[in-house]
């Protein structure tokens, strides 16, 4: 019914940036919260960072001023900035989207992308 879509990742090294996107499609009447999760080999699946549909976000202590979230209501997308990059953020890193879904009410569905490879590195 929904898909979410990764994209942007990639080998970059220390210092570097990268920006991923997140592209929502489907039966979409609605997406409420959007986030960016990422799980390293070994390692529980974490919270990256959040945005509500007002655009208010949080962020892992980890990426404070060097991440930044953001989202497109108009085209259900959502981004996510990565800038001064550490070996540390080396993950896979995945979207999650609650979303009302045209013809199921106001019921909130959640939603995980496939997630995109980061890989930092020199």
């Known amino acids: 019914q929904v898909q979410l879509v990764e994209s942007g990742g990639g080998l970059v090294q220390p210092g570097g940036s990268l920006r991923l996107s997140c592209a929502a499609s489907?039966?979409?009447?609605?997406?409420?919260?959007m986030g960016w999760y990422r799980q390293a080999p070994g390692k529980q699946r974490e919270l990256v960072a959040t945005?509500?549909?007002?655009?208010?976000?949080n962020y892992a202590d980890s990426v404070k001023g060097r991440f930044t979230i953001s989202r497109d209501n108009a085209k259900n997308t959502m981004y996510l900035q990565m800038n001064s990059l550490k070996p540390e953020d080396a993950a896979v890193y995945y979207c999650?989207?609650?979303?009302?879904?045209?013809?199921?009410?106001?019921?909130?569905?959640?939603?995980w992308g496939q997630g995109t490879q980061v890989t930092v590195s020199s």
């Open positions: 489907g039966r979409i009447f609605l997406i409420n919260g």
């Open positions: 945005i509500t549909r007002g655009a208010i976000t």
């Open positions: 999650n989207a609650r979303v009302i879904v045209i013809g199921e009410g106001l019921n909130e569905r959640d939603y």
